[in-house]
């Protein structure tokens, strides 16, 4: 174990991301937040492109927010803040609801935060945490996947200068395309300046801040020569200070419709966050509580929404920053929140030069990062029915659009983990020229002994795969040589088993009965046991039909027939 690991019973109920501080860390901590500022400073204003909101509201997303969750979680790497996924969930939440970008929409934006961090804090006080359980891996990789493809194809209005259409991401694209006439040069070289400026610094080094240089050199290009005067779109004027603080003013019937948004976002933190968190503090052998940082994002969704910006997560990208710039705490987080509100104070007048195409350039690029290939070739490799849920989920984001991709991504993830409970990977044992029990398929008929059918059921017993389970029993003691006289269920796997799935049993028990076979059973977990006593008398299972393990059940078999 590492001298960075920090035990749960050495927390406390906050700053449990930030002490024990080791003071040999402090300055790595410090280091890696000015790293996260300069990196993660032009991130969130393109998020606030994808989100539809004033540009300054992205820098509050990483003020507030990510310094209330730094004192309130348990991760010690978990950064927090505006995210892609998340914003694009948020801007087709709010369509037509109201203009982009206007105070109105700003309301709405901050009120979905609150109700989103409700929803968070709800979940560790009900323990609805398992939620998030829901988003398989496979399908998580296919929805941010289908987020970056519709970021990314949504930008390039931006980057070419020329007008901006709406309606969904294909028709979009396709109006985008029918504009290429109207390409504004000098708008298409700021765009590709940028992309050779912040792609040209990764393949130097990872950390150079190439996104922060293009940010202040179109900066600088624009002020010293003028570009609005080329046609170049601008900012415009940032306002200064700090956010505003209030309630945001939202009617009823607009909370109402906010609430769907709110819980698609709702299983979006919880899935990409906990996964998050958890694969940091796997690699620093670090324990976290995650009902800790549930309610560390609760409030720090609830304090974005009151200080007059939108939905924050936990963001794997920024995670990744402070991690590969050696921070090992919330420290880190800290420093960045104090950078941050340097420039608030000071350093917002440049951004009023700042091209828009150099945003549409910087998101462009977070789209594409979402886009996980090889992510999706693993899972091709390893097995092509998850493959084929998450394309479909990446397919659903780009058509349908995102709140509809998380449905999706839901239900195909509970339909693929029911039709491989329905169907399970039941399998009998025959014993082997060394003695042991080796799994072989159903369609071999194989016995353990001459007269003895050891049939192991993968899954829990239920409602729709008890008639799987009846239908396969039977057949394995039909028309056998030789005849079957004793069949027994090896239970190792089966967790649980429904009334269906009892009365199943009870069904196959007294058929075998009048068959002359014995059912016997094995490896039952001592909750399903108390299940199927419940169930009624008489007993589904005979308490000498119940054997400790398979090996026993051979045994008693052998001592059977010797006894003839």
């Known amino acids: 174990m590492t001298e960075a690991r920090v035990d749960k019973k050495f927390r406390l109920p906050i700053l449990g991301g930030i002490v024990p501080i080791d003071p040999s860390t402090v300055p790595a901590d410090i280091a890696a937040g000015v790293t996260l500022a300069a990196l993660g400073i032009p991130e969130v204003m393109g998020y606030t492109k994808i989100a539809g909101m004033p540009v300054i509201t992205g820098l509050y997303t990483i003020l507030i927010p990510i310094a209330v969750f730094a004192l309130l979680g348990s991760s010690r790497h978990l950064v927090v803040g505006a995210d892609s996924a998340t914003a694009a969930i948020l801007a087709a939440g709010l369509a037509g609801m109201a203009p982009i970008a206007s105070p109105e929409y700003v309301q709405l934006a901050g009120m979905l935060a609150i109700i989103t961090g409700g929803m968070l804090v709800l979940a560790r006080i009900i323990r609805l945490g398992f939620i998030a359980n829901f988003l398989s891996r496979a399908v998580l990789i296919g929805f941010l996947t289908g987020v970056g493809v519709q970021v990314a194809m949504g930008q390039f209005a931006g980057m070419l200068g020329v007008d901006d259409p709406s309606g969904g991401t294909l028709r979009k694209f396709g109006r985008t395309l029918r504009e290429l006439p109207k390409t504004s040069l000098t708008t298409l070289a700021v765009s590709l300046s940028v992309l050779v400026v912040i792609l040209g610094a990764r393949k130097i080094d990872k950390r150079i801040p190439g996104a922060l240089i293009a940010v202040i050199g179109s900066i600088i290009v624009s002020w010293h020569w003028g570009l609005a005067a080329h046609g170049v779109a601008t900012l415009g004027h940032v306002p200064s200070g700090l956010p505003s603080f209030g309630v945001p003013d939202v009617t009823w019937s607009q909370f109402h419709r906010l609430l769907g948004t709110a819980g698609a976002i709702f299983i979006v933190i919880l899935a990409q966050s906990a996964a998050t968190s958890r694969a940091y503090a796997a690699r620093h052998e670090e324990t976290l509580d995650e009902n800790v940082d549930l309610v560390g994002l609760g409030i720090a969704n609830v304090s974005a929404g009151l200080s007059g910006t939108f939905v924050v997560n936990g963001s794997p990208t920024k995670t990744e920053m402070v991690d590969s710039a050696g921070g090992r705490t919330q420290l880190a987080s800290l420093t960045t929140a104090g950078i941050v509100l340097i420039v ?184 399903v046991q108390a299940q199927l006593d419940r169930y009624g008398e008489p007993a589904i299972v005979p308490v000498d039909a119940r054997y400790e393990t398979v090996d026993d059940v051979v045994e008693a078999f052998k001592e059977r027939q010797a006894a003839g």
């Open 344 to 527: 608030l104070l000071f350093l917002t007048v440049p951004l009023q030069y700042m091209p828009s195409a150099v945003l549409a350039s910087v998101v462009f690029l977070i789209g594409m990062e979402l886009v996980d290939i090889a992510g999706m070739h693993r899972i091709w490799r390893v097995r092509q029915s998850s493959f084929v849920v998450a394309s479909l989920t990446a397919i659903a984001v780009v058509v349908a659009g995102v709140e509809q991709g998380i449905i999706l991504a839901i239900v195909l993830s509970v339909v693929d983990h029911l039709r491989r409970s329905y169907k399970p990977n039941n399998v009998v044992l025959v014993r082997q020229p060394d003695g042991r029990l080796a799994a072989s398929p159903l369609a071999s008929g194989g016995q353990a002994l001459p007269g003895l059918v050891v049939y192991r059921f993968g899954a829990s017993l239920y409602y729709a795969n008890a008639n799987l389970f009846s239908e396969e029993i039977l057949a394995l003691t039909t028309s056998t040589d030789p005849p079957v006289e004793w069949l027994c269920i090896d239970a190792a796997v089966i967790f649980d088993v429904d009334f269906t799935g009892a009365e199943t049993l009870r069904t196959v028990s007294s058929e075998l009965q009048e068959r002359g076979i014995r059912l016997v059973v094995a490896e039952v977990a001592a909750s």
